[in-house]
């Protein structure tokens, strides 16, 4: 008999080859029902998978987010098998459970068609209806490379080649499907209720460009239909507030085809936004002690060979410019030129901290196919600063990183984050940079800011970067999705690589500790950012436009054009529509490009010094003195409100 202990810590006796389905079996037959997969001895397992001794059993449901993954993973299989159905002859690449659903790669000459999804989502129904079990197999790696090369499975056969053990597992699912998997998956097909095939795009194998091209389906799985549907709509939401639509269509942003891909063009509605975004920064680093600094876009080459870019980064990293006197580079970062800033003269313990902040344009080399609007782009400003301290120093200094990171999240409407400390191993991997001295230091000091400022932070054990540990701070938009935002950043190596010094209060030579710290992470990320949260609709205080005025017809122009330059007087960005159009008209197409406030203007309204009011939201608020209107939008510019 084997002994299995059950979450509760009680322990059953079972026959050898005892499967954890009858294990739930035996506990209830409603958590057998409600059964995806197991964890045994802290790893995922088949329902149908014999025990192999005794073993710590726990059944996973619906309600535990590691069976949807290996929910939507089985919903991949699927796909899967029914691509091969209807297409023989495609060769697989990799299938995994993704983000909000899973995707599977494919070798086909023939492009997929949105007429092929329907019916390969037509075919996984089928399927899923014929109640297929998820069969595991236990192979030999020569007899199943044997296999793979027979079946011209030549992607199957590099994964075995660089994955798998001696003997390594398979699935298989009905006639025509078997793939190199390590598992596991659901029983059978008939627990795969809700899921909807969304998308086909192009894929490097393994993500190198040198590879052959692919097609990747993407799709999405979920437990219950209501689930689907709610998750269908909110991508419906997310499509009609999708950033590089709403750029164009308000004419805020472009990409320009003759310029080359990754380049935002901001046009001047977008730049003004934009300027307002960097105006904000640069005002807030001055009002907390920042210095303000700005360095050159192209250094030489050397300057990364100091810093190590050239070694971990090149592939990120513009080709070189061969100049009079050496080679040159765009540079990818901005923190080196800081770092000569601060070395340019000798430093004091008095003088610490010395936190230099810019906001800087940086260039670098994104493949093709991770390009995304406003997202991932080739050239981006970001809101860089360094802070050099002190040991003593240092937990002060990262509360007020994280002050001033909650100050930004509140400042533009966001009310929701999460907070993320990436920490390293130990030192065990030896894969970190610094002593264990400085990683003790500057752990501690992550967590205790974290106290003082009241986040709650969730610890990344083994994420942090090679050079130090971190804090990343997520916001949560109105889709309830998280955007990784600001970043506070330890930095033990490039002190160390340009020998960073100051003369402490014992008259003796030590190394600062080096912050890194972005907040924004770069304006063009969180412009799409803030696009996305408010459709469009930008608060008050950051609408290219605040206020339009509208004449009922040509004779209450000039009375318009009064009541603009009123507006205009108390730095409130104002025009006025005096197109030959319906009143009608002028407001529909104000809504459309997101302007808060309409102001109507008539005979009664001129007669009166008044304007009638409305709001981009649809809202007819009458009749308002134009002094009162002018008052009322001016105040919410100076506030910054989110509301109109």
Same mark, same amino acid.
């Given at each position: 008999?084997?002994?299995?202990?059950?979450?509760?810590?009680?322990?059953?006796?079972?026959?050898?080859?005892? #499967?954890?389905?009858?294990?739930?079996?035996?506990?209830?037959?409603?958590?057998?029902?409600?059964?995806?997969?197991?964890?045994?001895?802290?790893?995922? +397992?088949?329902?149908?998978?014999?025990?192999?001794?005794?073993?710590?059993?726990? !059944?996973?449901?619906?309600k535990?987010?590691?069976?949807?993954?290996?929910?939507?993973?089985?919903?991949?299989?699927?796909?899967?098998?029914?691509?091969?159905?209807?297409?023989?002859?495609?060769?697989?690449?990799?299938?995994?459970?993704?983000?909000?659903?899973?995707?599977?790669?494919?070798?086909?000459?023939?492009?997929?068609?949105?007429?092929?999804?329907?019916?390969?989502?037509?075919?996984?129904?089928?399927?899923?209806?014929?109640?297929?079990?998820?069969?595991?197999r236990?192979?030999?790696?020569?007899?199943?490379?044997?296999?793979?090369?027979?079946?011209?499975?030549?992607?199957?056969?590099?994964?075995i080649?660089?994955?798998?053990?001696?003997?390594?597992?398979?699935?298989?699912?009905?006639?025509?499907?078997?793939?190199?998997?390590?598992?596991? %998956?659901?029983?059978?097909?008939?627990?795969?209720?809700?899921?909807?095939?969304?998308? @086909?795009?192009?894929?490097?194998?393994?993500?190198?460009?040198?590879?052959?091209?692919?097609?990747? =389906?993407?799709?999405?799985? +979920?437990?219950?239909?209501?689930?689907?549907?709610?998750?269908?709509?909110?991508?419906?939401?997310?499509?009609?507030?999708?950033?590089?639509?709403?750029?164009?269509?308000?004419?805020?942003?472009? !990409? $320009?085809?003759?310029?080359?891909?990754g380049?935002?063009?901001?046009?001047?509605?977008?730049?003004?936004?934009?300027?307002?975004?960097?105006? +904000?920064?640069?005002?807030?680093?001055?009002?907390?002690?920042?210095?303000?600094?700005?360095?050159? %876009? @192209?250094?030489?080459?050397?300057?990364?060979?100091?810093?190590?870019?050239?070694?971990?980064?090149?592939?990120?990293?513009?080709?070189?410019?061969?100049?009079?006197?050496?080679?040159?580079r765009l540079?990818?970062?901005?923190?080196?030129? %800081? =770092?000569? =800033?601060y070395?340019?003269?000798?430093?004091?313990?008095?003088?610490?901290?010395v936190?230099?902040?810019?906001?800087?344009?940086?260039?670098?080399?994104?493949?093709?196919?991770?390009?995304?609007?406003?997202?991932?782009?080739?050239?981006?400003?970001?809101?860089?600063? %360094?802070?050099?301290?002190?040991?003593?120093? =240092?937990?002060?200094?990262?509360?007020?990183?994280?002050?001033?990171?909650?100050?930004?999240?509140? #400042?533009?409407?966001?009310?929701?984050?999460?907070?993320?400390?990436?920490?390293?191993?130990?030192?065990?991997?030896?894969?970190?940079?610094? #002593?264990?001295?400085?990683?003790?230091?500057?752990?501690?000091?992550?967590?205790?800011?974290?106290?003082?400022?009241?986040?709650?932070?969730?610890?990344?054990?083994?994420?942090?970067?090679?050079?130090?540990?971190?804090?990343?701070?997520?916001?949560?938009?109105?889709?309830?999705?998280? +955007?990784?935002?600001?970043?506070?950043?330890?930095?033990? #190596?490039?002190?160390?690589?340009?020998?960073?010094e100051?003369?402490?209060?014992?008259?003796?030579?030590?190394?600062?500790?080096? @912050?890194?710290?972005?907040?924004?992470?770069?304006?063009?990320?969180?412009?799409?950012?803030?696009?996305?949260?408010?459709?469009?609709?930008?608060?008050?205080?950051?609408?290219p436009?605040?206020? @339009?005025?509208?004449? !009922?017809?040509?004779?209450?122009?000039e009375y318009?054009?009064?009541?603009?330059?009123?507006?205009?007087?108390?730095?409130?960005?104002?025009?006025?529509?005096?197109?030959?159009?319906?009143?009608?008209?002028?407001?529909?197409?104000? $809504?459309?490009?997101?302007?808060?406030?309409?102001?109507?203007?008539?005979?009664?309204?001129?007669?009166?010094? $008044?304007?009638?009011?409305?709001?981009?939201?649809?809202?007819?608020?009458?009749?308002?003195?134009?002094?009162?209107?002018?008052?009322?939008?001016?105040?919410?510019?100076?506030?910054?409100?989110?509301?109109?």
């Amino acid at each position: 008999m084997i002994q299995v202990t059950l979450p509760d810590g009680s322990q059953h006796s079972f026959p050898p080859g005892t #499967t954890p389905l009858e294990v739930a079996r035996s506990v209830s037959r409603r958590l057998a029902g409600d059964a995806i997969v197991a964890r045994v001895n802290g790893e995922l +397992w088949d329902l149908a998978r014999p025990l192999e001794g005794d073993a710590r059993v726990e !059944i996973l449901t619906s309600k535990d987010p590691e069976a949807l993954e290996v929910y939507r993973h089985s919903t991949a299989h699927l796909l899967a098998a029914a691509v091969l159905e209807l297409f023989p002859g495609t060769k697989l690449g990799i299938g995994p459970p993704v983000k909000d659903g899973f995707y599977y790669d494919f070798e086909r000459s023939e492009p997929f068609t949105p007429e092929d999804l329907e019916r390969i989502e037509k075919k996984m129904r089928e399927l899923r209806d014929r109640d297929l079990p998820f069969e595991r197999r236990l192979t030999p790696k020569d007899e199943g490379l044997a296999k793979y090369r027979a079946m011209n499975e030549e992607m199957k056969c590099e994964l075995i080649d660089e994955r798998a053990d001696a003997v390594f597992s398979e699935y298989t699912l009905g006639p025509h499907f078997i793939d190199f998997c390590r598992g596991p %998956h659901v029983p059978s097909t008939n627990k795969l209720k809700a899921f909807k095939l969304l998308s @086909v795009a192009g894929a490097y194998w393994k993500g190198d460009e040198h590879r052959q091209q692919l097609q990747r =389906i993407y799709g999405t799985a +979920w437990f219950t239909e209501k689930e689907l549907e709610a998750y269908l709509q909110k991508l419906e939401e997310a499509k009609k507030r999708d950033h590089r639509t709403l750029g164009r269509q308000l004419d805020l942003i472009s !990409i $320009q085809e003759l310029a080359g891909p990754g380049l935002i063009f901001f046009h001047p509605k977008g730049a003004l936004v934009r300027k307002l975004l960097e105006d +904000w920064m640069r005002e807030q680093y001055l009002k907390r002690g920042y210095d303000l600094v700005s360095t050159p %876009h @192209v250094m030489r080459e050397q300057l990364w060979q100091i810093s190590g870019h050239l070694s971990h980064y090149a592939e990120n990293m513009y080709a070189a410019m061969e100049l009079d006197d050496a080679r040159y580079r765009l540079k990818p970062m901005n923190c080196p030129g %800081h =770092i000569l =800033i601060y070395r340019d003269r000798q430093r004091s313990y008095r003088d610490l901290p010395v936190r230099l902040g810019e906001l800087g344009t940086v260039y670098r080399y994104e493949r093709s196919g991770t390009l995304h609007g406003l997202f991932r782009v080739r050239g981006f400003t970001q809101d860089d600063a %360094h802070i050099f301290c002190r040991p003593d120093q =240092i937990e002060d200094e990262i509360v007020s990183c994280l002050e001033f990171a909650v100050d930004v999240l509140k #400042t533009y409407g966001f009310h929701r984050y999460q907070a993320e400390i990436s920490t390293w191993d130990g030192g065990a991997s030896g894969k970190y940079d610094g #002593t264990p001295d400085q990683w003790k230091l500057a752990e501690g000091a992550l967590n205790r800011a974290v106290e003082r400022v009241g986040l709650e932070a969730k610890v990344m054990e083994d994420e942090a970067a090679f050079y130090g540990p971190k804090i990343d701070v997520k916001l949560v938009d109105a889709l309830d999705r998280p +955007w990784q935002l600001s970043t506070v950043q330890f930095d033990f #190596t490039l002190p160390r690589r340009f020998e960073l010094e100051y003369v402490g209060e014992d008259g003796a030579k030590h190394q600062p500790l080096m @912050v890194h710290r972005a907040l924004y992470g770069s304006v063009e990320r969180f412009f799409g950012i803030l696009l996305e949260h408010y459709a469009g609709a930008f608060p008050v205080w950051l609408a290219p436009v605040q206020a @339009v005025v509208l004449p !009922i017809a040509d004779r209450h122009i000039e009375y318009a054009r009064r009541v603009r330059d009123r507006l205009a007087a108390e730095g409130l960005r104002a025009e006025v529509d005096e197109r030959s159009e319906k009143v009608n008209y002028k407001i529909r197409e104000a $809504q459309l490009q997101k302007i808060p406030y309409m102001l109507v203007v008539g005979d009664r309204e001129a007669a009166n010094q $008044q304007v009638a009011l409305r709001t981009r939201k649809g809202g007819d608020l009458g009749a308002r003195g134009v002094e009162e209107v002018v008052a009322m939008i001016a105040e919410k510019s100076r506030t910054r409100a989110a509301e109109d």
